[in-house]
């Protein structure tokens, strides 16, 4: 650090992404991406004519990609937003939203309690219940912006669209922001509230299940007065934030259904077979919604497990936090990669004393 940063800096401490090495030796595990290729339809609009139009600004009110958004969802498009990916999103809605502070669980992703302190609110923390499932309840009439990713990050649980409605429903004073990055995998999208519920704002990206980490897009979808407030973050900011290329991917990908639904079927096929063998393995797993899963083994603890792995060529991701430190996180790749981490697994694990 140096000798001018900002004094409230200091003591932040920025969000650890999980490992990203540089070559392709690893059975990579650890970052929730799509084991899949990208909408081959998305990937034969990559033009030299749209290579050639890189000269010029992208288009600030990304109108074309936020329609196909639009039509998707059946919203309007003054509903959605886009950004350089949802944390981007997530970002501009801690900037607008947290004055009054913020809550979310105490297991969730990694990144609201970072923004919280990026943006100086005050972040109050709720505990998951004992199961890791979050009780609606407890987050009645917060005041505050209230973050819940559902699924959830890190266990993966999905808490049901009736406990959704609750939490907006109760909350009618503040903004309700649910995380949807892994609701293709396993909920239904809140997205048939935000009609109803002037205070819900759904976060999505195309990170996860259309295959365009590396893109770097996300929206958001909510009532027209929320997403302009979003906007106004925005232009405050980075006018230009979606590419000119992820913007025609994304398009694309969300057009490309046939695509989305083939490769989400394969993940969550691929989830449930791995589910199965964990258990024949005599792991303990939490129940998935998502396109990872959260396992542990009496034989080992989470942080021995990640190491023993990595060193065997397959990377997954530990978490020290003291709830979830006897667990590993696996992301769900093709189903020869879930067969290359039983088989380690197993060696791993008969090779441990008691
Ligand atoms: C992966 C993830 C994100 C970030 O997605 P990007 O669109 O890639 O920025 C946001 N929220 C949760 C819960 C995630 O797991």
Same mark, same amino acid.
């Given at each position: 650090?140096?000798?001018?940063?900002?004094?409230?800096?200091?003591?932040?401490?920025?969000?650890?992404?999980?490992?990203?090495?540089?070559?392709?030796?690893?059975?990579?595990?650890?970052?929730?991406?799509?084991?899949?290729?990208?909408?081959?339809?998305?990937?034969?609009?990559?033009?030299?004519?749209?290579?050639?139009?890189?000269?010029?600004?992208?288009?600030?009110?990304?109108?074309?990609?936020?329609?196909?958004?639009?039509?998707?969802?059946?919203?309007?498009?003054?509903?959605?937003?886009?950004?350089?990916?949802?944390?981007?999103?997530?970002?501009?809605?801690?900037?607008?939203?947290?004055?009054?502070?913020?809550?979310?669980?105490?297991?969730?992703?990694?990144?609201?309690?970072?923004?919280?302190?990026?943006?100086?609110?005050?972040?109050?923390?709720?505990?998951?219940?004992?199961?890791?499932?979050?009780?609606?309840?407890?987050?009645?009439?917060?005041?505050?912006?209230?973050?819940?990713?559902?699924?959830?990050?890190?266990?993966?649980?999905?808490?049901?669209?009736?406990?959704?409605?609750?939490?907006?429903?109760?909350?009618?004073?503040?903004?309700?922001?649910?995380?949807?990055?892994?609701?293709?995998?396993?909920?239904?999208?809140?997205?048939?509230?935000?009609?109803?519920?002037?205070?819900?704002?759904?976060?999505?990206?195309?990170?996860?299940?259309?295959?365009?980490?590396?893109?770097?897009?996300?929206?958001?979808?909510?009532? #027209?007065?929320?997403? %302009?407030? /979003?906007?106004?973050?925005?232009? $405050?900011?980075? =006018?230009?934030?979606? &590419?000119?290329?992820? @913007?025609?991917?994304?398009?694309?990908?969300?057009?490309?259904?046939?695509?989305?639904?083939?490769?989400?079927?394969?993940?969550?096929?691929?989830? #449930?077979?791995?589910? %199965?063998? /964990?258990?024949?393995?005599?792991? $303990?797993?939490? =129940?998935?919604?998502? &396109?990872?899963?959260? @396992?542990?083994?009496?034989?080992?603890?989470?942080?021995?497990?990640?190491?023993?792995?990595?060193?065997?060529?397959?990377?997954?991701?530990?978490?020290?936090?003291?709830?979830?430190?006897?667990?590993?996180?696996?992301?769900?790749?093709? =189903?020869?990669?879930?067969?290359?981490?039983?088989?380690?697994?197993?060696?791993?694990?008969?090779?441990?004393?008691?």
């Amino acid at each position: 650090m140096s000798e001018y940063l900002a004094k409230d800096l200091l003591t932040l401490a920025p969000y650890v992404p999980g490992e990203q090495p540089k070559d392709g030796a690893f059975v990579k595990l650890n970052t929730n991406e799509n084991p899949y290729f990208p909408s081959r339809y998305a990937v034969s609009l990559i033009t030299d004519k749209a290579i050639d139009d890189l000269r010029l600004y992208s288009d600030p009110t990304c109108a074309a990609l936020r329609g196909a958004i639009a039509a998707h969802y059946g919203v309007g498009e003054k509903n959605v937003a886009v950004g350089n990916g949802s944390d981007e999103i997530l970002a501009f809605a801690f900037r607008a939203f947290a004055e009054n502070g913020v809550c979310f669980p105490d297991v969730t992703y990694g990144f609201y309690k970072v923004f919280a302190a990026l943006f100086g609110a005050a972040a109050e923390i709720v505990p998951l219940r004992e199961d890791f499932t979050v009780d609606a309840a407890q987050y009645a009439d917060k005041k505050k912006l209230v973050v819940i990713a559902n699924p959830n990050a890190q266990t993966g649980i999905y808490l049901p669209l009736s406990a959704v409605e609750t939490l907006a429903e109760s909350n009618r004073g503040s903004v309700v922001l649910v995380d949807e990055a892994y609701v293709d995998f396993g909920g239904e999208s809140a997205v048939k509230l935000i009609g109803k519920y002037d205070n819900l704002l759904i976060v999505q990206t195309f990170s996860k299940s259309r295959s365009l980490a590396g893109a770097r897009v996300g929206f958001a979808l909510a009532d #027209e007065k929320l997403i %302009a407030d /979003l906007e106004r973050v925005k232009y $405050s900011f980075n =006018p230009y934030n979606v &590419n000119r290329l992820s @913007a025609i991917l994304a398009k694309a990908a969300m057009e490309d259904v046939s695509y989305f639904a083939d490769s989400t079927e394969k993940i969550v096929r691929t989830r #449930e077979s791995f589910a %199965a063998e /964990l258990k024949k393995l005599g792991f $303990s797993a939490i =129940p998935s919604s998502a &396109n990872f899963i959260m @396992a542990k083994h009496e034989k080992i603890g989470g942080a021995a497990l990640y190491e023993k792995l990595k060193t065997r060529g397959i990377l997954v991701r530990h978490f020290g936090e003291e709830r979830i430190r006897d667990y590993v996180r696996v992301s769900i790749g093709t =189903p020869e990669n879930m067969r290359v981490f039983c088989e380690t697994a197993k060696e791993i694990i008969d090779g441990t004393k008691g």
